[in-house]
């Protein structure tokens, strides 16, 4: 099976599904993006390993990356293999004592682990054939690797979140992750981050 390797483009809120997100994969070296529709959990569980967030519990993923170095086990690569009937399926490929596993799973689930432990994904030329499309330009393109757009846009009810000082805002980032509300938290930092540059 020939692999196509992908990279996380970002995460953004459907236009056309209310309470989900696209997770928009590129192909490396190339145009073609698969967008893939995942639900809130899921993006905040992506959002939060690519931000390099610290919850004060740890999340379901993080968990299972827990489980997996207690058992001298690691993720080497997740590859989405199929879409059938408007879902993905995806393999999350271990190796523990040099003996190598596949475990199925959900291609959101998969995204989460892969992030958390900084290992590759990818897909197949027949999946990308079938659901992909071609970013628009070399402009669209050049804005995509700018490394705040790699972050997801969440909604967020104050929208005034501008005129706040930033000492409040780093208060209310501390709150939010106490309160181990991501998506908030993760809006915030987004803000926070824009104005020290």
Known sequence: ?????????????????????????????????????????????????????????????DLFVSFLAQLNARVKEIIIHEFFEGLFKANIVMEQDGIEMTIDSRSS???AIAVRFNAPIYTTEKVLREVSHLSESKEEEDHA????????????????????????????????????????????RDEINKRKK
Not at 154 to 181: G, K, T
């Open 145 to 188: 690797n700018m490394p705040d757009d790699d972050l997801e846009e969440f909604p967020m009810e104050d929208d005034s979140i501008e005129e706040v000082d930033i000492a409040l805002l780093e208060h209310q980032l501390n709150e939010a992750l106490e309160q181990e509300d991501y998506e908030k938290a993760s809006r915030i």
């Open 109 to 111: 689930d998969a995204v």
């Open 1 to 61: 099976m020939s692999k196509i390797r992908l990279e996380i483009r970002g995460i953004e809120y459907s236009q056309t599904q209310s309470g989900s997100y696209v997770l928009d994969l590129k192909e490396v070296g190339g145009r073609r993006r698969m967008p893939i529709l995942i639900g809130g959990f899921e993006a905040q569980a992506i959002a939060v390993a690519l931000e390099k967030m610290v919850p004060n519990r740890p999340m379901t993923h």
